[in-house]
């Protein structure tokens, strides 16, 4: 009898990882530092270790686990391999094979934001829902899919790479994918510092974004809800950006829910709103009634969703 499932969330600095219950209670988690050197290959060690003195702590036999699902900060392939992770240091890995036989137990793998979007499906914001759509807006931006209840992970891994989604031609700076005029240049919270920046250099335009000495993304959404013109104006740019974006996408996918993540999102409704409001000039008909909804599980929605994988 299965009772168990793990969770495994590797960033660039940590490994986060977690035991649930197969019905989706959050048993306990850890974290424990993720180690680069050497093209990152003690990363899967230190995560089968790390487990085994869990288990032991916490005197869980190995039989009683469903598996362990895994996510990671790159394109995972349908089979489970990565062919290139730079923030990890890793060359072609074979993740699923390679932590299955290390560990003994079934292992699945997916790339860390499909695998935060299901997350937010099966326990978040989005709990209930079959097809749903998350866009996570921190230092860059990410995006998941889900659909019929299961990650669309594409064919080499890239389906749900919504930050690199064209949305300027005119755009001169280069992106970190190496393309000009991604929706992460706009988007993302250096973005949206950027493109506000710009505004206050090429405008007159009085505002209280003036007197800060280094401007961020919170400062430019708490000008905002006081009013300030420049970056009312800036937020509306923004939202009108992702509208645009996620009008595309649902009349590709058209689900249920849009689930907005990231540390941008903390904003709250001046985002979520202003995303509504303009999203039905993107699309037409029924579609015009989407849905949106923040992000609910932060930081532990990889764990959550890297767990659901394997039951
Ligand atoms: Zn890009």
């Known amino acids: 009898m299965k009772k168990y499932t793990v969770g495994v969330d590797v960033g660039g600095t940590s490994v986060k990882m977690g035991v649930f219950t197969v019905g989706g209670d959050l048993l306990f988690k850890w974290e424990i530092p993720t180690r680069t050197e050497d093209g990152g290959k003690y990363v899967l060690s230190d995560i089968t270790q790390s487990l085994e003195q869990a288990r032991e702590e916490h005197n869980i036999a190995l039989d009683e686990i469903a598996g362990i699902g895994i996510g990671v900060p790159g394109p995972v392939n349908k089979d489970g391999v990565v062919e290139v992770c730079v923030n990890l240091g890793w060359g072609r890995t074979e993740v699923e094979k390679e932590l299955n036989a290390l560990t003994g137990l079934p292992v699945k793998a997916g790339n860390d934001a499909n695998v935060a979007a299901m997350g937010e499906v099966w326990q978040g914001a989005a709990k209930g829902a079959q097809d749903a759509v998350m866009v996570t807006l921190g230092t860059g931006v990410g995006g998941g899919i889900v659909l019929d209840g299961k990650i669309l992970a594409g064919v080499k891994g890239f389906a749900g790479e919504i930050g690199h989604i064209g949305v300027n031609p005119h755009e001169t700076q280069s992106c970190n994918c190496g393309n000009k005029g991604c929706l992460e240049q706009y988007a993302s919270a250096t973005g949206i510092v950027r493109m506000t920046k710009k505004y206050l250099e090429e405008h007159e335009t009085a505002s209280s974004l003036r007197e800060f000495a280094d401007i961020t993304a919170k400062d430019i959404f708490d000008e905002a809800k006081k009013g300030d013109e420049v970056a009312m104006l800036n937020v509306k740019k923004l939202c009108r950006i992702l509208a645009s974006v996620l009008g595309k ?60 994988l394997v039951i």
Request: net charge negative; hydrophobic share 50%; aromatic share 10%.
């Open 249 to 308: 996408i649902a009349l590709i996918v058209d689900p249920e829910v849009f689930i907005i993540g990231g540390g941008v999102s903390k904003a709250g409704s001046i985002l979520i709103d202003g995303i509504a409001e303009e999203f039905p000039n993107y699309v037409f008909g029924a579609a015009k009634k989407s849905c949106f909804v923040l992000a609910t599980l932060g930081n532990d929605a990889g764990i959550y969703g890297a767990a659901k």
